[in-house]
Antibody, heavy 120, light 112 residues
Framework: EVQLVESGGGLVKPGGSLRLSCAAS????????MNWVRQAPGKGLEWVSS????????YYAEPVKGRFTISRDNAKNSLYLQMNSLRPEDTAVYHC?????????????WGQGTLVTVSS | QSVLTQPPSVSGAPGQTITISCTGS?????????VHWYQHLPGTAPKLLIY???NRPSGVPDRFSASKSGTSASLVITGLQAEDAADYYC????????????FGTGTKVTVL
């Protein structure tokens, strides 16, 4: 069974940093592109970042470019999101998701998410 | 604001059929890109409901179906059940936007 479990969320002050982790199991992690998707309170889903299988291709949504860094460790079956210079508008539940090929790629498995709250 | 517009809410009684629209433009759905649909109960993991316009992953009941035409797509839930109460999102590409596509504005389904 595919499992994605996020961790690392919490309360942080504006300008602070946080590192999210996503532990994957039940599939060959190194064979799949991965995404981070967030949902702010009362808002819809928003794609945040994408990383290819070997970390060769990395993409970010405009609101997080230059502040967030996605990475992965295939040996540890783990996905990460380093979030710096956090802003109140980054407050959201952050989900990691497995990507399957398509135009656009579909997200066929998701974690339950971890809550990030940016507030003074 | 997303380039894919969905009605904020749709409701129906158990057993009824409801339709959720996803309206785009010539730079996304109308350009021929596929549409996926997700079901999300806040606090839980979103679930892929329909992929590539009209395909159901294994385990998704056949009361969920979808179609695409022109610059729009639709998700149909036939024989609405209480457990279908959730938020629903479409997803497609937009040629002016991101690598991994864009989500629709989302629709909250209420079972009366």
């Amino acid at each position: 069974e595919v499992q994605l479990v996020e961790s690392g969320g919490g309360l942080v002050k504006p300008g602070g940093s946080l590192r999210l982790s996503c532990a994957a199991s039940g599939f060959t992690f190194s064979s799949y592109r991965m995404n981070w998707v967030r949902q702010a309170p009362g808002k819809g889903l928003e794609w945040v970042s994408s990383i290819s299988t070997s970390s060769n291709y990395i993409y970010y949504a405009e609101p997080v470019k230059g502040r967030f860094t996605i990475s992965r460790d295939n040996a540890k079956n783990s996905l990460y999101l380093q979030m710096n210079s956090l802003r109140p508008e980054d407050t959201a539940v952050y989900h990691c998701a497995r990507v399957v090929p398509g135009e656009p790629p579909a997200l066929d498995s998701w974690g339950q998410g971890t809550l990030v709250t940016v507030s003074s | 604001q997303s380039v894919l517009t969905q009605p904020p809410s749709v409701s129906g009684a158990p057993g009824q059929t409801i339709t959720i629209s996803c309206t785009g433009s010539s730079s996304n759905i109308g350009a021929g890109y596929d549409v996926h649909w997700y079901q999300h109960l806040p606090g839980t993991a979103p679930k892929l409901l329909i992929y590539d316009n009209n395909n159901r992953p294994s385990g998704v009941p056949d009361r969920f179906s979808a179609s695409k035409s022109g610059t729009s797509a639709s998700l149909v839930i036939t024989g609405l059940q209480a457990e279908d109460a959730a938020d629903y999102y479409c997803q497609s590409y937009d040629s002016s936007l991101t690598d991994s596509g864009v989500f629709g504005t989302g629709t909250k389904v209420t079972v009366l």
